[in-house]
């Protein structure tokens, strides 16, 4: 605009010199005929539009200057956005990477799995590897890129046996994918086809190659033993390139390669993504007829075979398991950020009060109620520019903490979990929400404040009596609604406390302390002799189920006419020894019994009494089903001993309700496990457990883990929900006792022409700081009437749901109604004891 | 001619007719209806621009840097087609407002 204005000027000044006038008299006549141009460069501004944009820098750079002038406010605002916005951001990071991003495949949303339902209701994803190369051949025509996937675990030697996690795919599976593979190249079904013996080729992931080689690029073309056989290394894959399974294998190697038949054959899940137009059901009915194709193993009815198709788009599998986690995660959270909204919007409403008269003046000199609001609001911009820039930080650094404490244990196991990015998409969000949250937190206020009538404002008398009812109101309402937000979070904090807490002294009924689970892959009858013959082994047994891992197995059961379901597991004759429980009455199994898997049982003390309530069960029978695929045997079972009770499931579940041992040993137990009591525990027993296999099996390895670890992890959830719902509740408090104090401070500040005068007619310090503690408790009271409640009714609907929770924990409650007002009063302290200590002529004073 | 006060609000008018004769930076535009009213219209510079912005603003005219007859950068504004369309219309208007008006100022008795 300048220059168009320049020019005009010069024009007019070459006009006035050709018409004759001295060169330095015609720009100033020029000039002067232009006029002043700030006197109406305004006017220019507003016809061309920019006004707009001319107030929001002005209003910005006001707001900056004021923000400066009050550190105390911003500070306390923008530490609150960036925490709340940080926690979101976190969580979505999280949930991102789990339940919202699609697999890396193109038309990752038709991705399918599929799997086969028997008419009694079972389903089953897995098939032997003939049966699933024939389903996903079959496949073509609905699906494409059909492939095999089999994951296991299995050991390479390298120096020292080391264990690792393989997934053995069909070569289809690097067409739908597509990863980068800088070094090396991945397999593909030319290689299977043309050489058989090529076919023992393995594709390392990024972390795999860290791991098992170091990093080292010269790892392409060895040759290296896996589960004892060899295997060339062909290529390793991009640090992104993870999968499409929430853990990253070590290693791929083909489908082919595998053993076939034998206990140790894997079993393929088979998928694929879904060609346009067809729906998953079509896709499932034109390969039902496959699936019923097959020969059934125990030659059950292959008619009743029901194939499956189901969605998965992203890497998650078992949604529907976490969902619930999920969910009450968000909802934590929101609660959280309704309180820091609360809070924020506190702190605006008292800025805003506090400029009243300055408001008031621009109401008067013209500026409608639409452009104070919009002034208002810049400040509110700017802090959301500040939040969200630190909420982006910190949230960078919780994504990187949190993934290393909830992933730790996965990782100490030797699983490789796929990471949480903070990547750029996030960042958009951040933004987005950063400036939704500040600017919901300063409309209001905004509005509210400009709403009545500013004039009268401008009255120093009017100031003081008229107009504080509605921000003075607002606030309180705000202020509890905190407190009320507060005690739910606090009191869920509590309860999962206490529930962490309760894993620590639960009892099981057996000494942990020295028992270890061997984690070998196909336990001997001579392992287990060699293991009994070793020094620092008390006793071993074979198990089918190692204690505490997971919930019991379980069987249908028929006692008389009764039908139950039963806890189980197949144990031998040393088991008792080895697990350290009392046999009450009755015998041990005898070694033939164990050898010819005899139809005897040993039942623990509490499922004698629910099946035989005040009889003696030895000598009883039941009959327990014994389901395979397709086929169902009852089989009856004599009772030989009665065994105390002890806890093998989930430890907040109690001890196990029922519980039968069925004899049996290695080698007709398939699946069996190996627990060992060791005379002492610590490193130098896990290392003579490790030699015992390596002598015995040397390409095989065992991982000795011991039990009070496996207890450990177990309670790892309950530890970390804690510890994340107590830091949400913690968070939750320091809002609720911020904006409290901050209320109480307006509060003060603004009585204090009263306080002044109470003081100066003799009223004692301490019945002014009472006076003030005990309004503040009343909005506490008021936080804790409206939480309190609502937190029971939640309680109860949880705990239909959650038998095992225990929610309505007395203590709990107690101690976050007491904790609550304790911090609240706390808070309220300060500007009480400011009021008290007031000077009155001091006070009498202010305005 | 001697000298005319401009009316308020035809001013717009004004500058649309003077831009429909040829793309025009501002000087030129003041210059244009100075001669064309045969020196009877001065307009006040000040005036100028926020107007020739408001009519960009209402795309009814467009701008366009480019070269002044003594080589000078200087920013031309020429006529768009709703301009164009603009202009006929209010000099409909004006027509028939100058037409009225003169029938009232030209009657010497009140008619029966």
Redesign the interface.
Known sequence: ?Q???A??V???T??LRRAGLAPAEAERRARL???ALP??EE??R????WQPLDELVGDLRQGWRALRRDPGFTGVAVTVLACVLAANLILLAFLDAYFLRPMPIDGAARHVELSRRDSRGLVYRAWPYEQARALADAGQAALEHSYLMAESRTTVALGEPTRVVVQAVSPELFELWRPACPLGRVFGREDTRSDPAADHVLVLSHAGWQRLAAGDPGVVGRVWMVGGLPFRVIGVLAPDAHGLEPVTPHFWIPAASTTRSGPTAPLFRVAGVLRPGVSPQQAAARLTGVQRGFESDNAGAPQDWELLAQLRPTLLRERNELAPLALALLLALALVTLVAGANVTGLHLARAAARRRDLALRHTLGATRARLVRHLLSESLLLAGLGGVLACLIAVLGVEFGQRAVFSLLVESGLLPVPVEFDSRLVFVAVGLTLAFSLACGLFPALDITRADLAPRLHRDGAALAGFAHPRRLRRALVVGQVAFSVGLLVAAGLLVRLAARADDVRLGYDPQTLVDLRFEQPTGALLERLRREPSVQTASVVMRTPLTGTLARLPARVGTRAVTLGYNRVDDHFLDTLGVRLQRGRNFLPDEVAAHAPRALVSAATARQLWPGQDPLGRTLELSEIDEGDERWQTHEVVGVVDDVLSGLFFEGPDTTLVYLPATVPALVDANVLVRMRAGGEPAVTALRRVCSELAPQAACEPFGLRRVLGQQRFPFSMAARVAAALGLLALAFACLGLYGLMRFEVVQRTRELGVRLALGASQGRVLAEVLMESGRRVGLGLALGLPVCLALSALLAARLPWFQVFDGAVYVAVACGLTTAALLAAYVPARAAARADPLVALRHD | MAQAQILPGTLDLLILKAVSLGPQHGYGVLVRLEQLSQGALLIEQGALYPALYRLERQELITSEWGQSDNNRRAKFYALTVRGRARLGEEVVAWTRLVEAMGLVLATRSVPR
């Open positions: 605009m220059a168009e204005h020019f005009h010069a024009a007019r070459d006009d005929e232009f006029g006197r109406y006017e220019c507003e016809a061309a539009g």
